[in-house]
C-alpha cells in the first residue's frame, strides 16, 4: 500500500524525498501543491516528470469528491457530503459569520460515544479519519465555496479526542504558515469528556478553544444522555477542565443541548452553576435539533431564557447559540451517516 502523502508535515515530507534523491527544497514546493488542493500530482508543474512519476507509484493522494452539496434558503449554512477514497462517505457545515467563514468538520466516519440526543452515532464507529481527510474537508469547502475559511470547529461527525493523533496532525498541518495558516485560536475542538485525553492536550500548548459538552450537571442525568459519563464522572471532568484552565490560560466554552423535562429546569440550572462555580468559563447553550430517531425534545423558548437569566445571575457568561442549517439537518447534532438517502454511491449506512 502506497503512503497517504497528504498526512504527511513537512520535515515527513523533507525525507521521503530526500529518500527518493530529491534536493530539501523539493519538499516545500510539493507541500504547498498539497495544500493548494492538487489532485493529481500531474498539477505539480514545477516539479519534474520523472520526480512526478516517482510520486504516483509510491504515494496516494485521494481528494474527496463532492457527494452532495445542500445549501440552506434560511441562512445561506452549506452542507458537503464528501466521498472518501474507500466509498465511505462524512459531512462537513460550512457557516456564514460577521466574523468571518467557519467550517465544521468531522474528525471520524461515526462515531462510538452513543450520546442520545445526537445523530452522528446512530450507526457506531466505522474508522477514524486520516489527517488528510479532515485537511481536505477545510481546502476543498474553501476552493468549492469560492469563500475564505477563518475558523474551524471540530464539532461534525466522531469524538476528536478519540482520534487523538491523527487530529493532532492534523491541527499542526492546517496551521502550518506554507499552508493554510490557520491560527490556533481560530480553532474549536469539540469533546464529550475523554479525561485522560484532555489532560493528555493540555500539556500540547495549543492555543485553541476546547468545547465540552457537558448537557449536565449532575451524574444522574448526564449518564442517561451520555454514555461517556458512566466511564468519566461529571467531577472527574470538570476536574480536568479546571487543570486544563490552569495550564493553558485558555478559557473553556461548556456546550448545553436543552433538553425539555430532562435537563432545562431552575433547578438544575443552579446546580450547573455550583458545577462550574470558579471556573473561567463559557456556557453555549443550544435548543435541541430534532432527530426522527431520538424520543427527545427541545426545551420551550421560556425555559432556555430562565436557564440563561439563572447562569449568568451566578456571574456565567451564557449565550444561545444561532440555529443555522436546520432545514438541512446541519445544525448541531443532525450530522449523520444517511448514505443511502443523501448519496446512492457512499456505502450504506444507518
Known sequence: MNRDIKSMDLPELTEALAELGEPKFRAKQLFTWLHRGA?????????????REKLR???????????????????GTVKYLWRLADGNCVESVLMRYHHGNTVCISSEVGCAMGCAFCASTLGGLVRRLTPAEMLDQVLF???????????????GIGEPLDNYDHVLKFLRLVNHPDGLNIGMRHISLSTCGLVP????????????????????????????IMPVNKAYPVEELVAACRQYFETTGR????????????????????QLAALLHGLPAHVNLI???????????????????A????????????TVRRTLGSDIDASCGQLRRKYEKEATSCRPGD
Request: charged fraction near 25%; aromatic fraction near 4%; glycine fraction near 4%.
Open 57 to 75: 507509484t509510491q504515494f496516494d493522494l485521494n481528494p474527496p469528491e463532492v457527494a452532495r452539496r445542500q445549501a440552506s434558503r434560511l441562512d
Open 307 to 318: 436557564f440563561q437569566q439563572i447562569l449568568e445571575g451566578h456571574g456565567i457568561p451564557t
Open 197 to 224: 485525553r484532555i489532560a493528555r492536550l493540555a500539556g500540547e500548548d495549543l492555543q485553541l478553544t476546547l468545547s465540552v459538552s457537558l448537557h449536565a450537571p449532575t451524574n444522574a442525568i448526564r449518564s442517561q
Open 39 to 51: 489532485r493529481t500530482f500531474d498539477e505539480m508543474t514545477n516539479l519534474s516528470k520523472a520526480l
Open 251 to 270: 478559557r473553556i466554552s461548556f456546550e448545553y443541548a436543552m433538553i425539555r423535562d430532562v435537563n432545562d429546569t431552575p433547578q438544575v440550572a443552579e
Open 141 to 155: 469547502t474553501q476552493l468549492d465555496s469560492g469563500l475564505p475559511i477563518s475558523n474551524i470547529v471540530l464539532m
Open 287 to 305: 435548543p435541541l435539533n430534532d432527530v426522527a430517531e431520538s424520543p427527545l425534545k427541545p426545551s420551550t423558548r421560556r425555559a432556555v431564557e
